[in-house]
């Protein structure tokens, strides 16, 4: 079995870090989407919001994040973090897990996270999450407001790391081992 879990979720709900834990635990490569992105923001000496700005307008920078993405999960073993991830898996995600929180609690992670005003990261996450889910919508025809495609939901809200981590952890036992 070559397992491939997706993690999905907004910008600050959890996903790298739960995702080092499940690649950890369950022996499995990463990849996460948000860090391709970052990198491809840095390299292009970038802000975050100014370079979704440009992702909206120049379709190839999600094609070919896309496309590594695709390619990951056809090699399977991996676990792969990022919005659109468990669409980009398609068929060879085994399991596909969304991670959700409110939009403040995100935020003050964010802030957290890089060293930065909370007024700043607010501003910067609402504009590329507005881009991104425009972009999504037009580029794929996929609306991230529809859940319907995850075998797991969890806010974090309600939980630290560990707890999430917890849940997901007995959830992906159980499913991989078919003692539903």
Same mark, same amino acid.
């Given at each position: 079995?070559?397992?491939?879990?997706?993690?999905?979720?907004?910008?600050?709900?959890?996903?790298?870090?739960?995702?080092?834990?499940?690649?950890?635990?369950?022996?499995?490569?990463?990849?996460?989407?948000?860090?391709?992105?970052?990198?491809?923001?840095?390299?292009?000496?970038?802000?975050?919001?100014?370079?979704?700005?440009?992702?909206?307008?120049?379709?190839?920078? &999600?094609?070919?994040?896309?496309?590594?993405?695709?390619?990951?999960?056809?090699?399977?073993?991996?676990?792969? &973090?990022?919005?659109?991830?468990?669409?980009?898996?398609?068929?060879?995600?085994?399991?596909?897990?969304?991670?959700?929180?409110?939009?403040?609690?995100?935020?003050?992670?964010?802030?957290?996270?890089?060293?930065?005003?909370?007024?700043?990261?607010?501003?910067?996450?609402?504009?590329?999450?507005?881009?991104?889910?425009?972009?999504?919508?037009?580029?794929?025809?996929?609306?991230?407001? &529809?859940?319907?495609?995850? &075998?797991?939901?969890?806010?974090?809200?309600?939980?630290?790391?560990?707890?999430?981590?917890?849940?997901?952890?007995?959830?992906?036992?159980?499913?991989?081992?078919?003692?539903?």
């Amino acid at each position: 079995m070559s397992p491939v879990i997706t993690l999905g979720g907004l910008h600050g709900t959890g996903k790298s870090s739960v995702a080092d834990l499940i690649a950890k635990e369950f022996n499995l490569r990463r990849t996460s989407a948000g860090m391709i992105f970052r990198t491809m923001a840095k390299e292009r000496g970038m802000t975050l919001e100014d370079f979704s700005k440009l992702a909206k307008e120049d379709q190839s920078i &999600d094609r070919m994040l896309d496309d590594r993405l695709k390619e990951e999960a056809k090699r399977g073993d991996v676990v792969i &973090d990022g919005q659109l991830a468990a669409w980009m898996a398609g068929d060879h995600a085994d399991f596909k897990i969304l991670l959700t929180a409110p939009l403040d609690v995100r935020v003050k992670r964010i802030a957290q996270r890089d060293g930065r005003d909370f007024e700043e990261a607010l501003h910067e996450t609402r504009v590329r999450e507005e881009i991104e889910r425009e972009r999504y919508l037009e580029f794929y025809e996929i609306d991230i407001t &529809d859940l319907s495609i995850y &075998d797991l939901i969890i806010n974090t809200e309600k939980f630290d790391v560990e707890g999430v981590y917890s849940i997901i952890r007995t959830a992906l036992q159980k499913f991989f081992t078919g003692d539903k």
